[in-house]
């Protein structure tokens, strides 16, 4: 599924552990508790996609934009999110220990009780300087 379009796509429950969705074009996406582990989706573009609750533990997600995507109670634990646009997005409650967030910008994103334990922020944007 490299570089699909799958614009709004409802793929709540979906299992996409280890598929390849790189590049892909997922705006608007309903992802809603899907199974993303180990999910190839650098350079995917997912603005306004909804990812609440979803499991995407280790996915890798370089370069991806994530402009105002929904994140509430994702778990991204050991996910890559190296320059990752999370701008606007709704953290909060997501689970994101020992995630690479560097070069990743989180200006305006919702960060409410958001877990980013041993998470790795060398040059983040808008990142707390207490983590």
């Known amino acids: ?6 614009m709004r796509a409802d793929l709540r429950h979906a299992d996409l552990r280890g598929a390849d969705l790189s590049g892909a074009i997922l705006d608007g996406a309903d992802l809603r508790t899907a199974l993303l582990q180990g999910t190839r989706l650098s350079g995917a573009r997912l603005r306004g996609a909804n990812l609440e609750f979803a499991r995407a533990n280790g996915a890798d997600l370089r370069q991806a934009d994530l402009t105002a995507a929904n994140l509430e109670a994702l ?3 050991k996910a890559d999110l190296t320059g990752a646009n999370l701008e606007g997005a ?3 409650e997501a689970k994101l220990s020992l995630t690479n967030l560097s070069h990743a910008n989180l200006e305006g994103a919702k960060i409410r009780f958001a877990i980013f334990q041993d998470a790795l922020m060398t040059d983040c944007r808008s990142c707390p300087t207490d983590w």
């Open 90 to 92: 709704n953290l909060q």
């Open 75 to 77: 778990r991204a634990d």
């Open 1 to 6: 599924l490299r570089g699909a379009t799958l």
